[in-house]
């Protein structure tokens, strides 16, 4: 499996991005997939999840109410749709494949993207 982020960007406070994860090699239509980020000097964080059917999410308390995760599966390709983004958001964005229960620790993921970089001026 492959996957590969796209939409990253130099933006203004205030301003939206909508970040894009494309899945080749395998269908990820099965599988729970996350957002992380990492600014840097600092961890990975966990951003979001989205389930298989896209019928559950979950995000942390930083981008809740501001970021919204979906998926298209006939694509297979994931979405981060990053709205009123802070200085605080900026952060290289990675999504990555979920396959054991925690969905908030990096290593209960097995493929990575490269990543995107965010970066917003305040």
């Known amino acids: 499996v492959q996957l590969v982020e796209s939409g990253g960007g130099l933006v203004q406070a205030g301003d939206s991005l909508r970040l894009s994860c494309a899945a080749s090699?395998?269908?990820?239509?099965?599988?729970?997939m996350g957002w992380f980020r990492q600014a840097p000097g600092k961890e990975r964080e966990f951003v979001a999840l989205?389930?298989?059917?896209?019928?559950?999410?979950y995000y942390a308390d930083s981008v809740k109410g501001r970021f919204t995760i979906s998926r298209d599966n006939a694509k297979n390709t994931v979405y981060l749709q990053m709205n009123s983004l802070k200085a605080e958001d900026t952060a290289v964005y990675y999504c990555?494949?979920?396959?054991?229960?925690?969905?908030?620790?990096?290593?209960?993921?097995?493929?990575w993207g490269q990543g995107t970089q965010v970066t917003v001026s305040s």
């Open positions: 990555a494949r979920k396959v054991r229960p925690g969905g908030d620790i990096p290593t209960n993921y097995d493929y």
């Open positions: 989205i389930m298989w059917s896209g019928s559950a999410t």
């Open positions: 090699g395998r269908s990820l239509s099965t599988a729970p």
